[in-house]
Antibody, heavy 121, light 108 residues
Framework: EVQLVQSGGGLVQPGRSLRLSCAAS????????MHWVRQAPGKGLEWVSG????????AYADSVKGRFTISRDNAKNSLYLQMNSLRPEDTAFYYC??????????????WGQGTLVTVSS | EVVLTQSPATLSLSPGERATLSCRAS??????LVWYQQKPGQAPRLLIY???NRATGIPARFSGSGSGTDFTLTISSLEPEDFAVYYC??????????FGQGTRLEIK
């Protein structure tokens, strides 16, 4: 069974940093691309970033480019999102998502449980 | 950026009825349109990928159709567990991957 267990959310002041983690199990982690998607409370879904299986292809939404960094450690079966210079508009539930195939398909067939990031003074 | 517009925003139906949800793209996305279901307090769940392919474990009452800019998710006979929010997503032209704003399917 595929499991994506997230950690690292919480309350942070504007301008500060936070790192999210997503621990994967139940599949061959290093064979799949991974993504981060967020959802402001009561709002819709917004793709944040994606990374290919070998970190060779990385992409970001314009809203986070230059502030957020996606990375992965295939030896630890883990995905990360380093979030710097956080803004109140970054407040959201953040989900990690597994790509559907070993190519970067941008189809999310499994999701983490979500973690809430609140940016407020 | 491809903008996806879903309609209606809210759909009120009864169990057993047929639901038709629409997603319109601002430019041609070919067949690369995906549908998700999200229930309160839960992560989204993949339903349909590339217009009409049901994901593993998705019941046959869910079907997708369309191409280019106009797509439809149909639920042939609503079950109580189908009342949720549905999102479409395009994967044709990215980054960025974009989602529609969602359609809330509520019990009438």
């Amino acid at each position: 069974e595929v499991q994506l267990v997230q950690s690292g959310g919480g309350l942070v002041q504007p301008g500060r940093s936070l790192r999210l983690s997503c621990a994967a199990s139940g599949f061959t982690f290093d064979a799949y691309a991974m993504h981060w998607v967020r959802q402001a409370p009561g709002k819709g879904l917004e793709w944040v970033s994606g990374i290919s299986w070998n970190s060779g292809r990385i992409a970001y939404a314009d809203s986070v480019k230059g502030r957020f960094t996606i990375s992965r450690d295939n030896a630890k079966n883990s995905l990360y999102l380093q979030m710097n210079s956080l803004r109140p508009e970054d407040t959201a539930f953040y989900y990690c998502g597994k790509d559907f195939q070993n190519l970067v398909t941008a189809i999310f067939d499994n999701w983490g449980q979500g973690t809430l990031v609140t940016v407020s003074s | 950026e491809v903008v996806l517009t879903q309609s209606p925003a809210t759909l009120s139906l009864s169990p057993g009825e047929r639901a038709t949800l629409s997603c319109r793209a601002s430019q041609n996305v070919g067949p690369y349109l995906v549908w998700y279901q999200q229930k309160p307090g839960q992560a989204p769940r993949l339903l349909i990928y590339d217009t009409s392919n049901r994901a593993t474990g998705i019941p046959a009452r869910f079907s997708g159709s369309g191409s280019g800019t106009d797509f439809t998710l149909t639920i042939s006979s609503l079950e109580p567990e189908d009342f949720a929010v549905y999102y479409c997503q395009q994967r044709s032209n990215w980054p960025p991957i974009t989602f529609g704003q969602g359609t809330r399917l509520e019990i009438k």
